[in-house]
């Protein structure tokens, strides 16, 4: 007999193994050739798809036949390497993915559904169902798993058997876990104004230690505005808290609320008021001015952050117009921080305080020139 493995080169053959072996003699006719070979067949075992029988008649016995049964089994099962994640929590379904190594051409195999011998798993212990197993390759499975509530937690050993009923286990593979989740999200600010260098700081802490392997937990919001550093904040084994930095994002239009929120085995939510630029100075330069000269007053007003798009509009008032005015507004353009209008002064008598005030929304600053 000789045989090719899947992964032999195409048009190559195994060494000849010699399945049977006769030392008798068969001259039952006289002269002539002796009739031989009636009973030869080989089929691949219509239960599991992989096994192959061969029947094959040989001389048992001087001038006699009989006819060798021999079953050739394909090379055995890969050996398990690891599993992707090795753990699941009680109550919950568990997708993992499994590795492999092949050895001299071994591997994992499935026949398909036409056939009643399949693929199949299964994990040491109780309150562990498999309910998938899924070839991928020769080398790689999927395979879902239901952990039962009352599952007990530890290790379990994982058994790969291929259809012919060849098997394979790797001891420890797969980790029964006890519920967590998160206990607490805390963010150190509960504010911060688009468009700046602010920053602030999120702080997971689990209700219980993390397990083998740590705990992972995405952060996400319920918008695109914010910045997470890391996005999925990794807890050792063992550990309960973790942190994350949030950044400011671009300069927002208004104020807007955004919910953060952090996943594990349930999920905790905290907001983060993301604040619009807001009206922080007025600036009258000169302070002083004669009267209807020639001298060029100007009125700044300054943001604690670049405008959003669109800019930023601040309403302007003097509380005497008759002696120095303002433009009724001033537009800061998108990308700025402040926005400049010239004043108009007339010639006065006698000293005058003129007070300009700008105004934002529900904020309001003021600067005073003195006329001469």
């Known amino acids: 007999m000789a045989a090719r493995a899947a992964d032999d080169l195409p048009g190559t053959f195994g060494e000849v193994t010699q399945l049977q072996q006769s030392k008798s003699t068969y001259n039952v006719q006289f002269g002539g050739a002796q009739r031989w070979g009636d009973y030869s067949h080989t089929v691949v075992d219509g239960g599991d798809g992989m096994t192959v029988w061969t029947f094959q008649e040989y001389c048992?016995?001087?001038?006699?036949?009989?006819?060798?049964?021999?079953?050739?089994?394909?090379?055995?099962?890969?050996?398990?390497?690891?599993?992707?994640?090795?753990?699941?929590?009680?109550?919950?379904?568990?997708?993992?993915?499994?590795?492999?190594?092949?050895?001299?051409?071994?591997g994992w195999f499935d026949p398909g559904s036409d056939y009643p011998k399949r693929l199949s798993a299964s994990i040491s212990g109780t309150g562990v169902t498999l309910k998938a197993v899924t070839f991928l390759s020769p080398t790689q499975l999927n395979i879902i798993a239901s952990i039962a509530q009352d599952a007990p937690v530890g290790f379990r050993t994982l058994?790969?058997?291929?259809?012919?009923?060849?098997?394979?286990?790797?001891?420890?593979?797969?980790q029964v876990q006890g519920p967590t989740g998160i206990g607490t999200l805390k963010l150190s600010k509960t504010k911060i104004t688009g468009g700046t260098t602010q920053s602030a700081t999120g702080t997971i802490t689990l209700k219980d230690p993390a397990p083998a392997g740590g705990a992972s937990v995405p952060i996400t919001a319920n918008?695109?505005?914010?910045?997470?550093?890391?996005?999925?904040?990794?807890?050792?084994?063992?550990?309960?808290?973790?942190?994350?930095?949030?950044?400011?994002?671009?300069?927002?239009?208004?104020?807007?609320?955004v919910s953060v929120t952090a996943s594990y085995q349930g999920s905790m939510s905290a907001d983060l008021q993301v604040l619009a630029p807001v009206l922080t100075k007025v600036?009258?330069?000169?302070?002083?001015?004669q009267g209807g000269s020639t001298t060029v007053v100007h009125l700044k007003v300054t943001l604690n952050a670049p405008a959003a798009a669109g800019g930023v509009t601040v309403s302007l008032s003097s509380d005497n117009p008759a002696v120095a005015s303002v433009p009724e507004s001033v537009k800061i353009p998108a990308g700025s921080l402040s926005g400049t209008v010239k004043v108009t002064h007339s010639t006065v008598s006698n000293p005058v305080t003129v007070t300009f005030t700008a105004t934002q929304g529900a904020n309001s600053k003021t600067g005073t020139l003195v006329v001469n």
């Open 223 to 257: 918008s695109g505005l914010l910045i997470f550093a890391p996005s999925t904040v990794q807890i050792p084994a063992g550990a309960q808290t973790g942190t994350f930095t949030i950044t400011a994002p671009a300069s927002v239009a208004s104020d807007t609320v």
């Open 60 to 106: 048992n016995a001087d001038d006699s036949w009989g006819v060798r049964v021999v079953q050739l089994l394909a090379p055995g099962p890969a050996t398990i390497t690891d599993l992707q994640p090795n753990f699941g929590v009680v109550g919950s379904n568990a997708i993992f993915k499994v590795n492999g190594a092949s050895v001299n051409h071994t």
């Open 159 to 174: 058994t790969i058997t291929n259809p012919d009923g060849q098997s394979t286990q790797l001891a420890n593979a797969f």
């Open 283 to 289: 600036v009258v330069a000169p302070t002083t001015v």
